[in-house]
Structures are given as structure tokens and as C-alpha cells.
């Protein structure tokens, strides 16, 4: 894993590694949000955050991103 990688891992909190385990499960965000015990609007806000914290535009390319570093 590169420099950039590590970093981009360790800026991710336990609680974005869950919201991006049950978005790969294909979840609806309100489903996504009454398991992470949050609304709605928390989930699309945290995914907004961490699709920025990760350097992608989607949510797809998150969970993709987390999945072939072995996070979900």
C-alpha cells in the first residue's frame, strides 16, 4: 500500500468502515441508517465525507476502493 493508501486508510474512523460493509451489501440508505442507529441524511453526509476523504465522486467507487484494500 502506497503513502497516499495508508493515509487515506487511517483518515477513515471504525464507523466509515461500517457504513461502507453495509453499503457493499447493496443496502438502501435508510435501511444503512437504522442499522448505523443515525437518519438518513447522517449516512449521505458521513458517504459524502468519505468519498472526500478518499479522492472519488460516487459511493460505488468508495466501497470498490475499500473492498480491493480488504476493509469490507
Known amino acids: 500500500m502506497g503513502e ?3 493515509r487515506q486508510v487511517t483518515a477513515l ?3 466509515d468502515v ?3 460493509r453495509l453499503l457493499a451489501q447493496g443496502l438502501p440508505l435508510c435501511s444503512v441508517a437504522r442499522r448505523l442507529r443515525t ?3 447522517t449516512v449521505r453526509r458521513r458517504t459524502r465525507v468519505i ?6 465522486s460516487a459511493p ?3 466501497v ?3 473492498a480491493q484494500r480488504g476493509l469490507v
Open 18 to 20: 461500517e457504513l461502507l
Open 4 to 6: 497516499a493508501s495508508t
Open 64 to 66: 470498490v476502493w475499500a
Open 13 to 15: 474512523s471504525c464507523q
Open 51 to 56: 468519498c472526500d476523504r478518499l479522492g472519488v
Open 39 to 41: 437518519s438518513e441524511r
Open 60 to 62: 460505488i467507487q468508495a
